[in-house]
Nanobody, 125 residues
């Protein structure tokens, strides 16, 4: 299992950018799924992007394609989410999560076992 700590959230103007970080610690020797989810007040948690640390490709949910970019720095055990052209719809608490036992990394929160504390993103017009 891995301990996850998110950071980098904040308040930005619409059209602005933020870079979120997810620092993993603990047992990181095995490959596993890492994913970003987000949840706005009164709404269900939704998937944002996912990656398999063993080398599989990246997956992005449709609402963020072309605007968000995920990068895994294996040496630092850190997953970044670069968010560009932010919209009001992107405002949410963003969570990093992990899943073990499969190289299939769906954007389904029920499939993930370990979660970070979240980092808040707000977007103003």
């Amino acid at each position: 299992q891995v301990q996850l700590v998110e950071s980098g959230g904040g308040s930005v103007q619409a059209g602005g950018s933020l870079r979120l970080s997810c620092k993993a610690s603990g047992s990181t020797s095995r490959s596993y799924c890492m994913a970003w989810f987000r949840q706005a007040p009164g709404k269900e948690r939704e998937g944002v992007a996912s990656i398999y640390t063993g080398g599989a490709g990246l997956y992005y949910a449709d609402p963020v394609k072309g605007r968000f970019t995920m990068v895994l720095d294996s040496a630092k055990n850190t997953l970044y989410l670069q968010m560009n052209n932010l919209k009001s719809e992107d405002a949410a608490m963003y969570y990093c999560a992990t899943r073990y036992g499969s190289s299939w990394c769906p954007l389904d929160d029920s499939k993930y076992n370990y979660w970070g504390q979240g980092t808040q993103v707000t977007v103003s017009s």
